[in-house]
C-alpha cells in the first residue's frame, strides 16, 4: 500500500459528511486551512451553513449539499449531483453519526433502526458511492469515523457499539480491497470527545436519568473536536489503518487486545462502570 506521508492537501477535493457541527465541522476547517477544496454535506440547512461562512472566513470556497446520509435515494441524488462537477474525488469523510444509550432490553427497535441507519448504512452509502470513481482514478482517501466504541463494547452502548463496530469490519475489509486500486481506508476512533452528539442522543432506561450527567462529564473533559480534525489529516497523510484518539481510547485499543479478559472483568465492576460517562 502506498505511502503517503508526502501528502499534500493543497487543491484536493474532499467530501464530508456531517460537517455541519462538532467533528465534522473541525475537519472542515482543518481542510480549508490546508487548502482543500471543500464539498460539505449535512442533513441539517443550518448547521451547513453555518460551518460553510467559518470555511469561507478562512479563504475557502465550500460546495454545499444537504442530504440524508441513510438514504439510499436521497445520497444517490447528491452523488450525482457532485460527479456532474468532479469526475472523481480525493478524500471522503464519512462522518456522520448519532449515538444512543441504554441497556438492551430497555432500548426500543426503532432506536435501533436509526442508529444503524445512519452509523453503518450511511458511511456503506459514502463508500459505495465515491469509491468506485476512486477506484477508476487510482487514487483518494477514504476515512470513516468509528469510535473507541468499535473496539471497546461498554455496558448499556450495544446499539452504538454494535454500529461502531461495523464500521470498523467494513473499513478493515475496505482496506485490503482498495489497496489494490492505490486507495486509502483508514478508520477513525474517538474516545470522549465534547461534541453535541450527547445532548442529542436517544437514551433508554436508566440511561434516561444520566444523560444530563454524561453531556456535563464531557464539558467538563473538553476535549475537543480539533484533535480528531487532527487525526483525520495525520491518517490520510501516513495511510494508518486504524487511529484511536485521546488517551482513554488509545489505553482500552491496548488493553482490548494486550489483556482482553481484565478488561471484561473491570467493566463489569461498579467502581469501572462510574468512570464511565
Given at each position: 500500500?502506498?505511502?503517503?506521508?508526502?501528502?499534500?492537501?493543497?487543491?484536493?477535493?474532499?467530501?464530508?459528511?456531517?460537517?455541519?457541527?462538532?467533528?465534522?465541522?473541525?475537519?472542515?476547517?482543518?481542510?480549508?486551512?490546508?487548502?482543500?477544496?471543500?464539498?460539505?454535506?449535512?442533513?441539517?440547512?443550518?448547521?451547513?451553513?453555518?460551518?460553510?461562512?467559518?470555511?469561507?472566513?478562512?479563504?475557502?470556497?465550500?460546495?454545499?449539499?444537504?442530504?440524508?446520509?441513510?438514504?439510499?435515494?436521497?445520497?444517490?441524488?447528491?452523488?450525482?449531483?457532485?460527479?456532474?462537477?468532479?469526475?472523481?474525488?480525493?478524500?471522503?469523510?464519512?462522518?456522520?453519526g448519532?449515538?444512543t444509550?441504554?441497556?438492551?432490553?430497555?432500548?426500543?427497535?426503532?432506536?435501533?433502526h436509526?442508529?444503524?441507519?445512519?452509523?453503518?448504512?450511511?458511511?456503506?452509502?459514502?463508500?459505495k458511492?465515491?469509491?468506485?470513481?476512486?477506484?477508476?482514478?487510482?487514487?483518494?482517501?477514504?476515512?470513516?469515523?468509528?469510535?473507541?466504541?468499535?473496539?471497546?463494547?461498554?455496558?448499556?452502548?450495544?446499539?452504538?457499539?454494535?454500529?461502531?463496530?461495523?464500521?470498523?469490519?467494513?473499513?478493515?475489509?475496505?482496506r485490503?480491497?482498495?489497496?489494490?486500486?492505490?486507495?486509502?481506508?483508514?478508520?477513525?476512533?474517538?474516545?470522549?470527545?465534547?461534541?453535541?452528539?450527547?445532548?442529542?442522543?436517544?437514551?433508554?432506561?436508566?440511561?434516561?436519568?444520566?444523560?444530563?450527567r454524561?453531556?456535563?462529564?464531557?464539558?467538563?473533559?473538553?476535549?475537543?473536536?480539533?484533535?480528531?480534525?487532527?487525526?483525520?489529516?495525520?491518517?490520510?497523510?501516513?495511510?494508518?489503518?486504524?487511529?484511536?484518539?485521546?488517551?482513554?481510547?488509545?489505553?482500552?485499543?491496548a488493553?482490548?487486545?494486550?489483556?482482553?479478559?481484565?478488561?471484561?472483568?473491570?467493566?463489569?465492576?461498579?467502581?469501572?462502570?462510574?468512570?464511565?460517562?
Open positions: 500500500m502506498s505511502n503517503k506521508n508526502n501528502y499534500r492537501f493543497q487543491n484536493k477535493t474532499a467530501l464530508i459528511t456531517g460537517a455541519g457541527s462538532g467533528i465534522g465541522r473541525a475537519t472542515a476547517l482543518r481542510f480549508a486551512e490546508l487548502g482543500a477544496q471543500l464539498i460539505l454535506c449535512d442533513i441539517n440547512k443550518a448547521s451547513l451553513a453555518e460551518t460553510a461562512a467559518l470555511v469561507t472566513e478562512r479563504g475557502g470556497r465550500p460546495e454545499l449539499e444537504q442530504a440524508d446520509v441513510s438514504d439510499w435515494d436521497d445520497m444517490q441524488r447528491m452523488a450525482g449531483r457532485v460527479h456532474k462537477r468532479h469526475e472523481a474525488l480525493d478524500i471522503v469523510v464519512n462522518n456522520a448519532v449515538a444509550a441504554g441497556d438492551f432490553l430497555s432500548t426500543p427497535i426503532d432506536n435501533w436509526w442508529v444503524l441507519g445512519i452509523n453503518v448504512m450511511g458511511v456503506v452509502h459514502g463508500c458511492l465515491f469509491g468506485q470513481r476512486m477506484a477508476d482514478s487510482k487514487r483518494g482517501h477514504i476515512v470513516n469515523i468509528a469510535s473507541a466504541a468499535g473496539y471497546y463494547a461498554a455496558p448499556d452502548m450495544s446499539c452504538y457499539s454494535a454500529s461502531k463496530h461495523a464500521v470498523m469490519g467494513l473499513t478493515e475489509s475496505l485490503i480491497e482498495m489497496a489494490a486500486f492505490g486507495v486509502g481506508v483508514s478508520a477513525i476512533c474517538p474516545g470522549v470527545i465534547n461534541t453535541n452528539i450527547v445532548k442529542v442522543m436517544r437514551t433508554s432506561g436508566h440511561m434516561t436519568e444520566a444523560q444530563g454524561i453531556s456535563s462529564f464531557y464539558s467538563r473533559r473538553n476535549y475537543g473536536p480539533e484533535l480528531v480534525a487532527e487525526a483525520v489529516v495525520s491518517a490520510i497523510e501516513g495511510n494508518r489503518a486504524v487511529v484511536p484518539v485521546s488517551p482513554e481510547a488509545w489505553a482500552l485499543y488493553a482490548k487486545r494486550l489483556a482482553p479478559e481484565v478488561m471484561d472483568k473491570m467493566q463489569s465492576t461498579k467502581f469501572f462502570r462510574k468512570l464511565m460517562p
